[in-house]
């Protein structure tokens, strides 16, 4: 290849990838340059009238952060939805997947649209049903619960049950789209590798252990990379189903933002929310590509 | 003319983008759009539509705003420069919206619309010598108790003063059942410290609102008096969320006394059976020697401040304020009217039920108008629950109340120094 066809190659390639980079930069890099620089500043509604009412206060935001019971609080529960969310969204879409994906099920394809239709249904419209099925005296739940002989909880009232009835909406709610996903990555494994294991005498549990799982396993990467940034991001569920209490028990981060932000008007405070929540979710990411290269997966 | 697929399809693409054309037609400026709340916003379509207006008055739009959004809505609106022409604004956001620069004052050719109301509320709106939303209905907290029971412990009705009160309250408690309480005052309520303070006479914040006046004495005796109703026993140390039904568990006794609004009047009447109605009533608040104070509530009516000139704005709002309409108005809503003149007329002043409010309101006193002000409280009434659950003595609650305060007003006290702050 002459060194001016490189060059030639070269340029077609910015000017392909130019308008992606662009908007990229645009919308994407500038605003979280901006919103850093704004979590340097105290831009409240004082400077919301007069732009001459902000001041530079360095790390200040980041200080009375750390000493804000309530951001610790918003942190231990976003956490807690990464810790039990997490494995609890990744492993059951799994083995639906692998249900949906067996040969001896009949009506397959009814039972995955069945199965995605929560993930494309509105989000409030949901969380309207999914009110009434928590609901103390009347909710389907409490009822199921009742016939196993267990108290009716307060599901949305009480706060040590809020947080599990937001999950299990959460899990209802999102199942759909990482199923689709390990659906797509279970169709790709080869089934001689799979009958050539069963023929030597592999069991069910050995082949799914060192024949599909090594096969998906960039996939199941991904997913639990992208549940992980939803859990920490989780907003909309408890801003329609509990506005972050009781006693604050579902305040996210990210709603601990909004509130900052956009109820009290801080958005110094509320950037410098939204940059310690960045500096988290890469941490997690890190850790996790390191335990996936470790394990092969990459 | 034949379509052809591709010109089906390019328009299909298209039509996404047809909203885009809309906005670049001209907007009409001709009409005036109202933005309001919750049951408010649902009954002034009606209300407008028997209004008598000038022949060629501009149209009015009214857009309603869900109590829940309404403040961020507010807000947002000011950034964005998308305010509305005039808007009902909760009484306790006047102070921000002033602040800010969204609101026009009121001229001084409608300030009389503020002669025939409740002295407490307009001084709620007047910030830096003017007056900046003229109130359209009022609302305050007071005692909701229950007759029944207190009668049982020989009283007609709870005692004015606050010595006379508590002891009351612990005859009450004796009187009932072990694990009943006397009153309910709601852990994560800021309202009835704040209502006991006001009625001790404490300002709460001094120096223009730079910092916190919680180490006063008589916020301090408020304090106090606050934490010896759950130390001895006649408040349970609950908050609002743990009770689920606030007017089951008023009728099944658990507590004999809370303090509410006037929309409560209505919920119990709905919600308990008709054998309960005889037995609950209202009452002003006690105060440490006689009838106490509460913060006044409600709702004005703003004129934005990108619209001040419009001629019709403020036109619309003296009509909304006139005796027949606000007449109306409190039989569409039920809400309290902000004109004296009005009570009498509407059968109020004669209610059992309502009169009380009107009692509270003409010894209602100002929250302090600070757009900090509700994040102030907000953290009050996270000291006072660490109080009163053990953490803090009354002095130590005091002086963590001042700091928390002080470094909320940071800015405040620097715009002060700057004489930028109103």
């Known amino acids: 290849m002459t060194a001016w066809r490189r060059v030639e190659e070269a340029r077609a390639g910015w000017l392909m990838a130019g308008p992606a980079l662009a908007a990229i930069l645009l919308f994407f890099l500038l605003p979280a340059a901006a919103s850093l620089v704004l979590s340097f500043t105290d831009f409240d509604i004082y400077a919301l009238a007069d732009i001459g009412n902000l001041r530079f206060v360095g790390l200040q935001n980041y200080q009375r952060l750390l000493d804000n019971p309530l951001f610790w609080k918003a942190m231990t529960n976003s956490l807690l939805f990464v810790v039990i969310g997490t494995p609890f969204v990744v492993l059951l879409p799994l083995f639906a997947a692998m249900l949906v994906n067996s040969r001896w099920l009949s009506w397959r394809p009814l039972w995955r649209v069945a199965l995605f239709a929560p993930y494309v249904t509105t989000l409030v419209a949901t969380s309207v049903v999914w009110r009434y099925l928590l609901h103390t005296r009347y909710g389907l739940v409490n009822y199921l619960l009742s016939r196993i002989d267990i108290a009716p909880i307060d599901w949305l009232g009480s706060p040590t049950a809020s947080l599990p009835a937001i999950l299990l909406f959460v899990g209802w709610k999102t199942f759909g789209y990482n199923m689709i996903i390990f659906l797509a990555a279970l169709q790709t494994v080869p089934s001689e590798l799979d009958e050539a294991a069963r023929i030597d005498g592999a069991g069910r549990c050995t082949r799914l252990r060192h024949v599909t799982l090594p096969a998906i396993a960039p996939t199941l990467l991904l997913v639990s990379l992208l549940t992980v940034a939803a859990m920490f991001q989780l907003f909309a569920e408890p801003y329609v189903m509990t506005q972050g209490g009781p006693a604050g028990s579902t305040v996210t981060i990210l709603y601990f933002m909004y509130e900052e932000g956009f109820k009290w008007w801080n958005l110094g405070s509320g950037a410098a929310v939204a940059f310690l929540l960045f500096l988290c979710i890469l941490a997690v990411t890190l850790v996790q590509l390191g335990v996936a290269k470790r394990g092969g997966a990459l | ?422």
């Open chain 2, 1 to 422: 003319m034949e379509l052809t697929r591709r010109q089906l399809t390019g328009a299909l693409a298209a039509l996404p983008l047809s909203p885009a054309l809309g906005a670049c037609a001209p907007r009409s400026d001709a009409g005036l759009t109202v933005w309001a709340m919750g049951n408010e916003a649902a009954s002034l379509p009606e209300l407008l539509k028997d209004m008598r207006r000038p022949a060629g008055a501009p149209r009015i739009t009214v857009q309603p705003l869900p109590w829940t959004a309404a403040h961020e809505k507010l807000l947002t609106g000011f950034a964005g420069g998308s305010l509305p022409a005039l808007g009902q604004v909760g009484n306790s956001w006047i102070a921000e919206m002033a602040a800010i620069g969204a609101i026009a004052p009121v001229p001084k050719a409608a300030y009389g619309l503020l002669g025939d109301q409740f002295a407490a509320v307009v001084e709620t709106n007047r910030i830096a010598g003017h007056v900046w939303g003229i109130p359209w209905y009022v609302d305050t907290r007071l005692q909701y108790y229950r007759r029944d029971l207190f009668a049982r412990a020989g009283y007609a009705a709870p005692p004015g003063n606050w010595s006379e009160w508590k002891r009351a309250l612990h005859k009450v408690k004796a009187a009932a059942r072990g694990a009943d309480y006397a009153a309910l005052l709601p852990l994560n309520e800021y309202e009835p410290l704040t209502t006991f303070a006001l009625s001790a006479g404490a300002r709460l914040l001094r120096d223009h609102g730079g910092r916190g006046a919680f180490s006063d004495p008589e916020f301090k005796a408020a304090l106090a008096f606050y934490k010896s109703l759950f130390d001895e026993g006649l408040a349970p140390l609950v908050s609002s969320a743990q009770i689920s039904n606030i007017w089951n568990e008023f009728a099944r006794g658990y507590f004999s006394l809370f303090l509410s609004g006037p929309w409560t009047i209505g919920d119990l009447k709905t919600r308990l059976g008709p054998a309960m109605q005889e037995k609950w009533g209202t009452a002003p608040n006690p105060g440490p020697a006689g009838v106490g104070s509460a913060a006044p509530g409600g709702s004005s009516l703003v004129v934005f401040a990108d619209h001040q000139d419009h001629p019709a704005a403020w036109d619309l709002v003296a009509r909304l304020l006139t005796p027949g309409a606000q007449l109306r108005f409190n039989a569409l809503t039920g809400d309290l009217p902000a004109r004296r003149s009005v009570w009498a007329e509407a059968g109020l002043a004669a209610d059992r039920l309502v009169a009380p409010f009107a009692a509270q309101l003409d010894r209602a006193s100002a929250l302090p108008k600070v757009p900090e002000w509700e994040r102030v409280v907000t953290e009050m009434q996270l000291v006072a629950e660490r109080m009163v659950r053990g953490d803090h003595g009354v002095d130590e609650a005091a002086r963590e109340m001042d700091r928390r305060a002080d470094r909320l007003l940071e800015k405040r006290r620097w715009m002060l120094e700057k004489g930028r702050a109103l």
